[in-house]
């Protein structure tokens, strides 16, 4: 018995009936929503808005600023967050008719997949986050409204405020502008990053005082590893922060003079479309620098764990006291207070490149410093044709939990930078207080990308433990950086022909 | 084929011993060797148990042998985080699983006993399918789904996913249908039974082992599916119990791999104690012989 | 095997039109059967295919309304180093390696387990192999991941431990395809060992009985008469495992995410990120229909190529 005896007549049929299957579904509509021009608000009334009787419940996914949910035991020393339910119940006890729910988001699964299916569905949280890197896809796709209307209006719970978006530092806003100049989200804290080191591994290798240019850091790498330490964390494989850390840190100083030459709408952010024009015009990226970036990373690899090319757990070599340093976020403060690891630790600001290494080097201190934190909120798009009056109430509360004694209650529980003015964050994270001359306003080519993001650290995971040469990898550098560029244009053909 | 060659099927046999040979002690080898094996295949079950009992720092400390304290806490806290999951998974499970077997077993009784019009070619349909990687049709169906409503509903995950199960299962019950002899059938024609209930009073009694089997193996399978619940409900609180596990390696501030560990043995629970219930019919079902092709 | 032969028109006095119609009435009742099936086919499984196929001309980010592009995205899947260079070699080598590790080691498992004279003990090692089943299949590979960790997993504790230099497993180009491998050892999986086990224990007695008093060995035994008579429980558990491993793209996903250096990458692996992480749903379609063909091609190949000519009449 052959189960594949389909006779020609068979295949006919078959054949047909995939063309007019095919021919059916070219046919029927996406099931997304007729897409609005991105910017469109329905005139707002005057906050905060006089509901009807009936109540309003908003969803709130407020990522790492959500309080503890109530079926979660708590670890010996873990304190329990409840900053913001407080904000939440004092807020609804003035509105009795608005019910805030936090919405809890799916721990491991994809957030674009995810935005994708619930904007599809228009069944999203009200208020949902999204770090302000992808904020351009999103925009395009209307899956975030803007915010401008609100945003000019004075904050009633702020005494003596008299535009909302006043209250913010700079940096919060200029990551929440988008390609057209408006504001697509609100951004409360921020994030910044450091290295975190082991204070006893560097007493051990004899390390007294903490290296400030990269001639000193190379020094004190060498003197950990002499005394048996994997000196600094590496991990290179993709979706991992590193390569993208370390390219905004180095990178940034070898072009600092040129930077803002790819600010080409000059929203002092450094935005997809920027690089994408500037690299039409051959101003970026500037391979000289790049190519010096490479070298530099290479110089760092003898010092990286065994296995960088692929995924590492750092924080956890870290916790057992082999690895003497490696870059971290402000959001590990609340973990290592609440667990502190067996042995001292602290921040150190990332080392000065220097005139002898790069001619043009300014010689200044660049921080990872900005506005990726957890209140960096969004509201559905579909928002604004289906339901505006929710719009409203959504927007009266994120003006309640922008104040600035709430901001900072929320960030001394969640370790994290307040960026609006007036709020107080937590004490340990002084090194993130010192100063800085200039928070990067480019990092990586996942500026540009994810796909783009990928393809670096491929590059990265070819290069670094090979013995390529500078050709070569300019070569391959190139070529997959434009291969990357076209896939942008071909989602946005319309960038180019403006 | 008679009807005894399908009873000495469903009896386990031995190879008979030759008896005219000097025979080493076989069975000493082959259990040292099959011994070995077994184990190798069983260690991540090992391991999985020992990890699920210690803490982030005993793990640190030494991650392959079982340290003390136990640390039965992370054992607790699981099961607070994955308990009101548990339930959404049985939901999940028995819609889909009934809707599956009840569909494939119509379609694979038609496939296998009435020689219809375009019957090759329906069976090369559904074959055909399984070979259309899931990932592609997963947003497209998922759009599908919004369109019909059916998003964040049981149906949304009941119906797509018992549609994904049908090609293994009807490609397995049509060889078993197609195995059965006619002379079964001819009997209860001649006694005027409708065609439905040959299918009810013959056919479906000689399935029962391979219909265990084939709905324990599907209850494993919708059981561990994750991707497709994310997408298609958008209230958390009627996430399946697999999300809970996931949930658990992020939910707390500190990451806790022990507890989370801990979850997939809580979630493997449901699924050994069904196994151990059905277990005798279940090997039945796959060692009748009619699982191939 | 049962009533399977397809009635053939006569050609004498009637046309083949109305013979057909004439079966269709007849057996109106088995496409009845089959409406519950096709109505969840239709709906969830064939237009979602279809849809897809058309999107795969398309440059769709999953959600605006697509613009028709042609082959442009076939001509990227045919000339990505990363999709078709690395990926196709990839991927045939694991598929290879797939279909070869779940027909050849079960098959040699159940082989043993079949000669085990005592009923307990069979009974036992069957259980040892069959219980893993309930483990979801991701701890597995999880608890793999950390055997294989460069710094604190267990093959290099050991490695070290013999006094040999460590190595980077999975996190390097040149090892982690061998590593990725290597994982799941000794690759005995419990339902493909229980189908064969099945196969071997239909074999009728007699048979058996012959063979021994004709002298016939062991090993003899299972190359010229065990082999030839469970080709159809071989049959079956390649073509699943062809269609699947060409399919499978679970370890990239939770370990190896394709690299380092795209040495473990496939095609599936790139078709999951074209779409997942980076929106384009047209490029991932076309890198799947690239896929269903091939599966399709490789299907119909493997099905003309493993003849069972002398299949007993066993089941």
Redesign the interface.
């Known amino acids: 018995m052959s189960m594949f005896s389909m006779s020609r007549r068979d295949l006919l049929k078959a054949l047909g009936l995939t063309a007019v299957g095919v021919v059916a579904a070219a046919c029927t509509p996406s099931a997304t929503p007729t897409t609005a021009p991105a910017g469109e608000e329905p005139v707002e009334t005057a906050a905060p808005a006089e509901e009807v009787a009936e109540t309003i419940t908003i969803q709130h996914w407020a990522q790492a600023a959500e309080p503890t949910a109530p079926d979660v035991e708590l670890e010996p020393g873990e304190v329990r967050k409840v900053a913001y339910d407080e904000v939440a119940e004092a807020y609804m006890a003035d509105h009795p008719n608005v019910k805030i729910e936090w919405y809890r988001f799916p721990a491991g699964s994809n957030i674009d997949e995810w935005l994708t299916a619930r904007m599809t569905a228009q069944d999203a949280p009200e208020i949902y986050w999204a770090n302000s890197e992808s904020l351009w896809p999103h925009i395009q796709k209307n899956w975030a409204l803007a915010f401008d209307s609100w945003a000019e209006l004075p904050n009633p719970y702020v005494s003596g405020n008299e535009r909302w978006f006043d209250q913010f530092e700079d940096v919060a806003v200029i990551s929440q502008t988008g390609p057209d100049g408006k504001l697509y989200g609100i951004n409360m804290d921020g994030a910044g990053v450091l290295t975190l080191y082991n204070t006893d591994a560097f007493e051990t290798a004899g390390i007294t005082d903490l290296p400030t240019t990269w001639t000193e850091f190379i020094g004190a790498c060498d003197a950990l590893l002499d005394a048996g330490f994997i000196p600094y964390g590496a991990t290179l494989a993709e979706g991992m922060t590193f390569s993208h850390w370390l390219h905004a840190h180095i990178y940034n100083q070898l072009v600092w003079d040129t930077i803002y030459d790819w600010d080409k709408d000059g929203n002092m952010v450094i935005t997809a479309k920027d690089l994408v024009l500037s690299f039409e015009e051959g101003l970026f990226p500037d391979w000289d620098a790049f190519l010096q970036f490479a070298h530099l990373f290479k110089e760092l690899t003898p010092y990286f764990p065994l296995g960088y090319e692929g995924e590492l757990d750092l924080p956890q070599l870290w916790r057992q006291g082999n690895l003497a340093m490696y870059m971290e976020g402000n959001w590990g403060v609340s973990q290592l207070k609440n667990d502190p690891p067996p042995h001292g630790f602290n921040w150190l600001a990332f080392p000065v490149i220097t005139k002898d290494i790069w001619p043009a080097a300014p010689e200044k201190v660049v921080r990872i410093q900005g506005a990726w934190g957890a209140m960096q909120y969004h509201v559905p798009g579909y928002l604004a044709q289906t339901d505006p009056a929710r719009v409203d109430v959504i927007m009266d509360w994120l003006m309640w939990s922008s104040v600035p004694e709430h901001v900072g209650s929320i960030c001394k529980e969640t370790g994290l930078v307040p960026l609006t003015k007036g709020a107080e964050g937590l004490p340990e994270l002084a090194p993130f207080y010192e100063p800085y001359d200039r928070a990067v306003p480019y990092q990586s080519w996942n500026t540009m990308s994810a796909s783009a993001w990928n393809a670096e650290c491929n590059l990265w995971q070819q290069y670094l433990p090979s013995d390529m040469t500078d050709d070569a990898f300019l070569e391959l550098a190139e070529e997959t950086f434009s291969a990357e560029v076209d896939k942008v244009l071909e989602a946005n053909p319309d960038w180019v022909t403006e | 084929?008679s009807t005894t060659?399908m009873t000495?099927?469903t009896s386990?046999?031995?190879?008979?011993?030759?008896r005219r040979r000097l025979r080493i002690p076989?069975?000493w080898v082959?259990?040292a060797?099959?011994?070995l094996?077994?184990?190798?295949?069983?260690v991540?079950?090992l391991?999985?148990l020992q990890?699920s009992l210690k803490s982030?720092?005993q793990?640190?400390d030494s991650?392959?042998l079982p340290t003390t304290p136990f640390r039965w806490?992370n054992y607790?806290?699981a099961s607070?985080?994955m308990g009101?999951y548990m339930i959404n998974s049985a939901v999940f499970v028995l819609g889909t699983v009934t809707?599956s077997i009840?569909?494939?077993v119509?379609?694979a009784?038609?496939?296998?006993?009435?020689?219809?019009?375009g019957?090759?070619?329906?069976?090369?349909?559904?074959?055909?399918?399984?070979?259309?990687?899931?990932?592609?049709?997963?947003?497209?169906?998922?759009?599908?789904?919004?369109?019909?409503n059916l998003?964040?509903t049981y149906p949304g995950i009941w119906?797509?996913m018992?549609?994904?199960n049908?090609a293994?299962q009807?490609i397995v019950l049509r060889t078993f249908?197609?195995?059965?002899?006619?002379e079964m059938f001819e009997a209860g024609r001649l006694d005027g039974a409708s065609?439905?209930r040959m299918l009810r009073t013959i056919a479906l009694p000689l399935a029962t082992p391979i219909l265990t089997t084939l709905i324990v193996?599907q209850i494993?399978g919708v059981y561990?599916e994750?991707i497709w619940p994310?997408?298609?409900l958008?209230d958390?609180t009627r996430?399946p119990a697999?999300?809970g596990v996931?949930?658990l390696?992020?939910?707390?501030?500190?990451?806790?791999p022990g507890a989370q560990?801990a979850g997939?043995v809580i979630?493997?629970l449901p699924?050994?104690a069904l196994?151990a219930l059905s277990?005798r019919a279940f090997?039945r079902g796959?060692?009748?012989?009619?699982?191939?092709? | 095997m049962g009533a399977v032969a397809e009635s053939r028109p006569s050609t004498e006095s009637r046309s083949k039109w109305q013979e057909l119609v004439r079966n269709v009435r007849r057996y109106w009742y088995c496409y009845l059967m089959m409406s519950g099936t096709f109505a969840l086919l239709l709906a969830f499984a064939y237009y979602p295919a279809f849809s897809a196929f058309y999107h795969s001309f398309t440059n769709w980010d999953g959600f605006r309304q697509p613009d028709w592009v042609g082959i442009r995205n076939y001509q990227e899947v045919f000339t990505s180093e990363e999709i078709f260079g690395k990926g196709f070699r990839n991927m045939f080598i694991l598929a290879a390696w797939q279909i070869f590790r779940s027909s050849v080691f079960p098959l040699l498992g159940a082989a043993l387990l079949y000669r085990v004279k005592s009923e307990k003990t069979a009974y036992f090692f069957r259980l040892l192999f069959v219980l893993p089943i309930v483990i979801p299949g991701l701890v597995g590979i999880l608890v793999w991941r950390q055997l294989y960790d460069p710094n604190v997993g267990l093959f290099n504790e050991i490695l070290v431990g013999l006094g040999l230099t460590r190595l980077a497993w999975l996190n390097s180009p040149d090892t982690a395809l061998f590593s990725l491998i290597f994982m799941g050892f000794p690759w005995i999986d419990g339902v493909g060992l229980l189908i064969y086990l099945a196969g071997f224990l239909a074999i009728p007695l007699e048979i058996i009985e012959a063979a021994i008093m004709d002298g016939a060995g062991t090993v003899r035994r299972f190359f010229s008469m065990e082999l030839p008579l469970i080709i159809p429980q071989i049959r079956l558990i390649v073509i699943l495992n062809v269609i699947g491993s060409f399919q499978n793209f679970g370890w990239q996903l939770l370990v190896t995410r394709g690299g380092p250096a795209g040495s473990t990458t496939v095609p599936a692996w790139s078709m999951y990120k074209a779409a997942m992480n980076e929106g384009r749903y047209g490029v991932a379609s076309a890198i799947g229909v690239v896929l269903f063909i091939l599966i399709f091609a490789l299907t119909l190949i493997n099905q003309a190529a493993i003849r069972s000519d002398i299949e007993y009449e066993a089941h």
């Open positions: 084929m060659d000495h099927a386990p046999q031995r190879i008979p011993q030759p076989g069975d082959l259990s060797i099959l011994g094996l077994g184990f190798l295949t069983f991540p079950v391991m999985l990890l982030q720092q793990m640190a991650m392959w806490v607790v806290k607070r985080v009101p809707v009840v569909c494939s119509f379609t009784f038609a496939l296998a006993r009435y020689p219809f019009p019957r090759e070619f329906f069976f090369m349909a559904i074959l055909g399918l399984m070979m259309i990687p899931g990932i592609l049709t997963l947003i497209p169906r998922f759009v599908v789904v919004v369109n019909m998003n964040n119906l797509p018992a549609a994904g049908q293994f009807i249908f197609a195995s059965i002899p006619e065609e439905g193996l494993n561990s994750f994310i997408m298609v958008s958390p996430y697999i999300l996931l949930r390696g992020e939910l707390i501030t500190q990451r806790d560990y997939y979630a493997g699924l050994l196994f277990s090997i796959l060692t009748s012989g009619a699982i191939k092709m």
